[in-house]
């Protein structure tokens, strides 16, 4: 990819996060006369990345509206002078006449994308300026474009192509499996409740991203897990920009925070040692989920993507599709990938086939997903969901599901008497079963396609076409079992600071280094992992280098930082070993 870039070419990269799709512009970038301009949606990530980037002695700047008229003059007179490697600035600001005008007059080596998935109008993150880049091949033929996404299905792929006019670019693609990444999903009892216990019993103490639909439910719950001695912040478009910008830098830079969100926090956060990533609510689709999940683990070590959900769920996202002022097709669009989203939730399949299968993937069980550590049991419920169907259909296809499920179970409640539906020949036909797992009989049906939740009537449940052949007994059902909300287990990797993986004599200067890095990384005024990641201070601590010339032979220690760092690393190794 690098030379391809390197040499002109214009490229298309899909490649998973963590996996260096920075480096396919960075290199080049170094390469070739001019600035590389690198498109970027999100104007709170480009200080930390172009601080990362001069850390590293690489010539860098943005240019955003954070800057004073006079810093982004002197920005501008430094691209049009050929002094930077690299300038990352907004699509926003990209379009002005401005902007364009200073690319006229400066030297240019490329045009990096950043997070080109955003042209999808079909997308889960769709971002109007980006239809608009199509200019730079209009404007600058000459200079080579290289778009990057990590989370691009086919039709997405086919719309990047065609929106920035990119036909003739080569396409670079990866598997977009990420392996260190357990999944797991579990039955909503006490979604807060149980999210506690799973960042206390695996993740005491490191960093993690929460992710919930709305604003309230953010705003509650970094409450509750504040008040729960959790060092918890809420993020959502709702808040005042400042404010914004301080809870991010705050989860950038300090360790062990957890920041409980909207989808509106994430997209590009480069912070490596994001232990895990929950979700209180089901995701609206594969691409987001992959999405957000992949923000753990960059670093490579064990991460987990934790998710609790309820049938709930499924009527509140299916509701929104509906009720949205969008046309049909796009609703419709919408609804498959909810659906599909629905099938990864009640698979009892390997969750990764499953994913990697969406994106055009095939792979082996993993391993290392609920379903592969704890296999699901798989029973005849061709029964239940015939009793099912029949209480919808005998209730009229009026009702939701709680009124359903009353009606199964033969409770007697005040709405069922009113509709004399205990009356009915379904009344109490179901009644060993608890209401949970006929909830959960109820979403599986919805994942099988065989009813639907009809928002213009009040949720009520509704049969498809594809319920008759069951109905009459033609057709087999397979369900999982419904299985009890188990207690949470530790998970290899999860206790805080990657710990697991120091040797207890390797500890102390662990620390030691961690301790350091952060007042170096405070005076210099970026996160930690700009200094260097975990994974290089534990090689330090169990290597013990005596000389530079050792420390050069340690992972991501490169000449630059030996010169910065390496007096003072030697110092605390000599300290540690007296």
């Given at each position: ?5 390197a040499d ?12 260096g ?10 390469m070739r ?74 030297p ?45 299905d086919?039709?997405?792929r ?9 036909e003739?670019?080569r ?14 999903v ?28 709305s ?7 970094a ?17 005042a ?24 926090f ?28 992949g923000?753990?683990?960059?670093d ?9 959900y309820?049938l709930q ?26 659906d ?24 082996s ?33 009026r009702?939701g ?20 539906h ?5 009344f ?5 079963r ?35 052949p ?14 009890k ?69 340690v ?24």
């Amino acid at each position: 990819m690098i030379a391809h870039v390197a040499d002109g070419g214009d490229a298309l990269v899909l490649m998973p996060t963590g996996a260096g799709k920075s480096l396919c512009y960075q290199v080049p970038a170094l390469m070739r006369e001019g600035a590389a301009v690198v498109v970027s949606p999100l104007i709170a990530l480009m200080q930390d990345q172009v601080a990362a980037l001069e850390e590293l002695g690489v010539r860098a700047a943005y240019l955003n509206s954070t800057l004073s008229a006079a810093e982004a003059a002197a920005t501008e007179r430094r691209v049009r002078a050929g002094e930077l490697d690299l300038v990352y600035v907004a699509p926003e600001r990209l379009l002005t006449e401005r902007c364009l005008s200073l690319l006229d007059d400066s030297p240019l080596a490329l045009f990096a994308i950043d997070e080109a998935h955003c042209v999808s109008q079909w997308g889960h993150d769709f971002r109007p300026e980006y239809i608009q880049l199509s200019v730079l091949h209009d404007r600058y033929p000459e200079v080579p474009r290289i778009a990057l996404t990590a989370t691009a299905d086919r039709q997405t792929r086919a719309e990047i192509v065609t929106r920035l006019q990119l036909e003739s670019a080569r396409v670079f693609a990866t598997s977009v499996d990420r392996p260190n990444i357990r999944y797991r999903v579990v039955e909503r009892e006490n979604g807060r409740a149980q999210l506690l216990q799973f960042i206390r019993e695996e993740h005491d103490g490191d960093a993690g991203i929460v992710y919930c639909l709305s604003r309230k439910k953010v705003e509650e719950t970094a409450a509750f897990l504040v008040s729960k001695g959790i060092d918890a912040l809420p993020y959502h478009a709702g808040m005042a920009a400042p404010l914004r910008a301080a809870q991010q830098r705050r989860f950038q830079r300090e360790e062990g925070v957890v920041m409980v969100a909207t989808i509106a926090f994430g997209m590009g956060i480069d912070k490596p040692d994001v232990r895990f990533v929950a979700h209180l609510d089901l995701p609206k689709s594969m691409e987001g989920y992959y999405q957000e999940t992949g923000r753990a683990g960059r670093d490579g070590a064990p991460a987990n993507a934790w998710m609790v959900y309820g049938l709930q769920d499924v009527v509140q996202l299916r509701r929104m599709i509906d009720e949205s002022e969008a046309d049909e097709s796009y609703k419709q669009v919408q609804r498959t990938k909810l659906d599909a989203m629905l099938g990864f939730c009640e698979t009892s399949e390997c969750r990764r086939q499953r994913l990697l299968a969406y994106f055009d993937e095939t792979g082996s069980p993993c391993g290392n997903c609920d379903s592969c550590l704890t296999p699901p049991e798989t029973v005849d419920g061709t029964i239940p969901m015939q009793q099912l169907l029949s209480c919808i259909y005998r209730v009229q296809q009026r009702f939701g599901a709680m009124h359903v499920i009353d009606v199964l179970r033969g409770e007697a409640t005040e709405k069922v008497q009113q509709w004399q539906h205990g009356q009915l020949s379904t009344f109490g036909i179901g009644t060993e079963r608890s209401a949970p797992e006929w909830r959960a009989i109820i979403r599986q049906a919805i994942a099988l396609g065989l009813i639907i939740v009809d928002h213009d009537r009040y949720s009520a449940l509704r049969l498809t076409a594809a319920s008759r052949p069951v109905l009459q007994g033609r057709q087999r059902i397979t369900l999982r079992a419904y299985r009890k909300a188990e207690k949470a287990k530790r998970t290899k990797g999860g206790r805080a600071r990657g710990a697991a993986d120091v040797a207890p004599g390797d500890a102390a200067l662990y620390d030691a280094l961690r301790e350091w890095r952060r007042t170096t990384a405070a005076s210099h005024g970026v996160p930690a992992y700009v200094i260097f990641h975990d994974a290089t201070l534990k090689a330090v601590a169990q290597l013990r280098p005596e000389s530079a010339r050792g420390l050069r032979g340690v992972a991501g220690i490169g000449e630059r930082k030996a010169e910065a760092y390496g007096a003072e690393l030697l110092a605390l190794v000599r300290a540690a070993n007296a």
